[in-house]
């Protein structure tokens, strides 16, 4: 999501390239690899071979793997968060409670990422996981954030990465979502109707340091059947909110 400048280093884009084309593709076969990042495979064989080298690949017959290496690196991002345990009993809290898909996302760099995620029983897959980026104004939980940054730092992130769609649902037009940041302010939680995903609904709260600067969002995302009439108008913002509450009074006395 990033947007290359002068000032990188050409051979260094490429091995990212070819790092999200590891994490993206379903069988990351060498020639797989190269024609998604529009390299030579001789180019490409060099930076895996290099990667392997280090244990952050793995290679088994044709196919190339992100390596167990990174969980090292991963867990040491996580843990820059002093309140990341907090936030991971609180979204296995509210997956059971909900049975739905949970998550706490943080921003940095003007990007979405979450650092826990739960799958309740009756959880509905999609892309969101751990470590999983999205833009701000995509989704229940990067609402809740945007709508609480000061607002030098929103005019910044929305300049910065303007508003492309994910679906046919996401807010694009800047009156618009200003309107509804304005909105989440006042009533103290988002809403997300198919933004991030294609037939999900999703609630989201922001949640404060002690300082009452935004350090994330906690969110539940369902089912249109599910998430719909009292359940998903009041209980579920009530539920949320309140146990980004009580999240909150971990993080104080932590």
Known sequence: MQTPTRDTIKSDETLLEILEALYTLEEPSLTAIAEKVDVSKSTV??????????????????????????????????????????????????????????GFLVEEQGIGTFIYCEMGTEG?????????NLLLNQSAAGKAILA??????????????????????????????????????????AYAHEEYTDGLRAVAAPAFDPDNNVIGSLVV???????????FESNLPELVTGAVKEFELTVSYA
């Open 45 to 102: 064989h060099r930076h895996l071979e290099t990667l392997r080298a280090h244990r952050l690949v793995s290679k088994e017959d044709d196919t190339y793997e992100i390596g167990l290496e990174f969980l090292r690196f991963g867990g040491a991002a996580r843990e820059r968060y002093p309140f990341h345990r907090q936030s991971k009993a609180i979204v296995q809290q509210v997956a059971d409670q909900t049975g739905e898909f949970v």
């Open 124 to 132: 509905v897959p999609s892309e969101a996981k751990v470590g999983q």
């Open 148 to 189: 609480h940054l000061p607002a030098d730092r929103r005019k910044q992130i929305l300049e910065q990465y303007g508003l492309p769609p994910r679906t046919q649902q996401t807010l694009t037009d800047r009156t618009e979502l200003v309107e509804n940041l304005e909105t989440i302010r006042e009533r103290g939680y």
């Open 221 to 231: 995302a369902g089912p249109i059947h599910r998430m719909r009439g009292e359940r």
